[in-house]
T-cell receptor, first 111, second 116 residues
Framework: EDKVVQSPLSLVVHEGDTVTLNCSYE??????LLWYKQEKKAPTFLFML????IEKKSGRLSSILDKKELFSILNITATQTGDSAVYLC???????????FGPGTRLSVLP | EAGVAQSPRYKIIEKRQSVAFWCNPI?????LYWYQQILGQGPKLLIQ????????DSQLPKDRFSAERLKGVDSTLKIQPAKLEDSAVYLC??????????????FGPGTRLTVL
């Protein structure tokens, strides 16, 4: 059965700190790993990763995938209170149709 | 571009009652997903449609849940009868037709269901 594990489940930091969120997975016929940010209800897309070792970057957020060790990290530098959210990791299979989500990491950034 | 629309946004019912949720995906999106997200957990796929056909409903509790996507556009998810453990946010998501290499799903705002 496909599985996604995220750690930590919860994290509290202060503004300006750098955080690293982890996602490990087991999936048959891996196709892609996706990161989402969920602030209130609807998850919003951050990154899609398909190749090992290629960093995706968007502003203060970056992410990288290791397909050999079956994990990904999401880095947020110089955190702001607006980064407070649940960060979800999901993987899709080779058909790109089935998505399995992890439990999420709840990040709280204090002023 | 209009996003994924869902209604209602909130619903409170008593156990054993029935409830229905509606989703209108982004225009042109062939694939539609319904997820259940229990508080503190990640979204769990209930059912996936490709146009008006079911691709995967292996995790849908079929004794009480049903879903349809008539004409391959709007979709309705129904629970009958509801149980306390059905309290969750129900998320609808849609995805563009395959043809480009994108696995991005676009989520609606969700419906928060509380079963008393």
């Amino acid at each position: 059965e496909d599985k996604v594990v995220q750690s930590p489940l919860s994290l509290v930091v202060h503004e300006g700190d750098t955080v690293t969120l982890n996602c490990s997975y087991e999936v048959t016929n891996f196709r892609s790993l996706l990161w989402y940010k969920q602030e209130k209800k609807a998850p919003t897309f951050l990154f899609m990763l398909t190749s090992s070792g290629i960093e995706k970057k968007s502003g203060r957020l970056s992410s990288i995938l290791d397909k050999k060790e079956l994990f990904s990290i999401l880095n947020i530098t110089a955190t702001q209170t607006g980064d407070s959210a649940v960060y979800l990791c999901a993987v899709s299979d080779n058909y790109g149709q089935n998505f399995v989500f992890g439990p999420g990491t709840r990040l709280s950034v204090l002023p | 571009e209009a996003g994924v629309a869902q209604s209602p946004r909130y619903k409170i019912i008593e156990k054993r009652q029935s409830v229905a949720f509606w989703c209108n995906p982004i225009s042109g999106h062939a694939t539609l997903y319904w997820y259940q997200q229990i508080l503190g957990q990640g979204p769990k796929l209930l059912i996936q449609f490709q146009n008006n056909g079911v691709v995967d409903d292996s995790q849908l509790p079929k004794d009480r849940f049903s879903a349809e996507r008539l004409k391959g556009v709007d979709s309705t998810l129904k629970i009958q009868p509801a149980k306390l453990e059905d309290s969750a946010v129900y998320l609808c998501a849609s995805r563009p037709p395959r043809g480009g290499f994108t696995d991005t799903q676009y989520f609606g705002p969700g419906t928060r269901l509380t079963v008393l």
